[in-house]
């Protein structure tokens, strides 16, 4: 793990005059250490001979009280999942914005990606770049965001739209932050959450099919649906009247059937069948 006295750093150190900060250049040293392993492998502390270049697993967090998204918990709605990986899993939300808006969630209960482990990590990138092909397949560019602000399970929200500009998509992201007094940073991709932010500490990022991120530290007021609003205004879908979830429910015969629909059209892209 990084020492955050020594590596912490600062977006707002970088200002290009505008709205937008760049941190492309880059103060401070690249992780070398990697985190404990997770997974369905054996518990080498119940063993009487451990392999020696092996170390025990550490489970992931237990959740204060119930969580619908751990996979493990009676609360999850199994119809609603599409695939299961080793470390993560995908899923179709409740009341989704557009019916191939997906989550993609760790298994193990944890609350952002600033505090997940690495392995974790990486199963939920391959699942991304999953979504991505089968998007573009369809003519269809990808926006990922997570809002780690009153959250308790960490939820990457996967959502397509009609092939669009990546900067079209982040300017709809900077124009509307702007409104609501928010001030994005453009984060590339090698740059883990844990050198611009506090574990712990509450932010939301977006990503697209290409370039940097955008993402902003969150203090104080801040709008649930911030993303699905982005992506529901007149410059995107434009579809206004479904931004709260709850307006989109269905029914679970009607979320089986989505799922069982997605679930059959996104198999070739699936990296957990190969």
């Given at each position: ?59 992931p967090p237990v ?60 199963e939920m990138a ?148 190969n």
């Amino acid at each position: 793990m990084l020492d955050e006295q020594n590596f912490f750093f600062d977006p707002k150190s970088l200002q290009d005059g505008r709205k937008r900060k760049d941190m492309s250049q880059r103060p401070f040293k690249q992780e070398t250490k990697r985190r404990p392993p997770q997974g369905d492998q054996p518990n080498f502390q119940d063993l009487e001979n451990p392999p020696a270049n092996r170390r025990p697993i550490i489970k992931p967090p237990v959740p204060r009280g119930p969580c619908w998204f751990c996979l493990g918990s009676p609360e999850v709605e199994k119809h609603l999942i599409i695939s299961i990986g080793d470390q993560s899993y995908l899923a179709l939300p409740k009341g989704g914005l557009i019916a191939e808006h997906v989550l993609i969630l760790p298994i193990g209960h944890y609350g952002a990606s600033t505090d997940a482990p690495e392995e974790v990590l990486e199963e939920m990138a391959k699942f991304k770049e999953s979504l991505r092909r089968y998007f573009k397949s369809k003519a269809q560019s990808c926006v990922v965001f997570e809002r780690n602000f009153k959250s308790q399970h960490l939820q990457l929200q996967v959502i397509p739209v009609p092939d669009t500009p990546t900067d079209t998509l982040r300017q709809a992201f900077i124009g509307f932050g702007e409104t609501q007094g928010l001030e994005f940073t453009e984060l590339p991709r090698d740059i883990p959450l844990t050198q611009v932010v506090q574990v712990g500490a509450p932010y939301f990022v977006a990503e697209f099919d290409d370039g940097p991120s955008l993402f902003v530290k969150i203090k104080g007021r801040f709008s649930l649906q911030f993303g699905r609003e982005v992506l529901a205004s007149p410059l995107l879908l434009n579809i206004p009247d479904r931004v709260d979830w709850k307006a989109c429910s269905t029914s679970k015969e009607e979320e089986t059937q989505a799922a069982k629909a997605f679930r059959k059209t996104f198999q070739p892209f699936d990296f957990t069948n190969n």
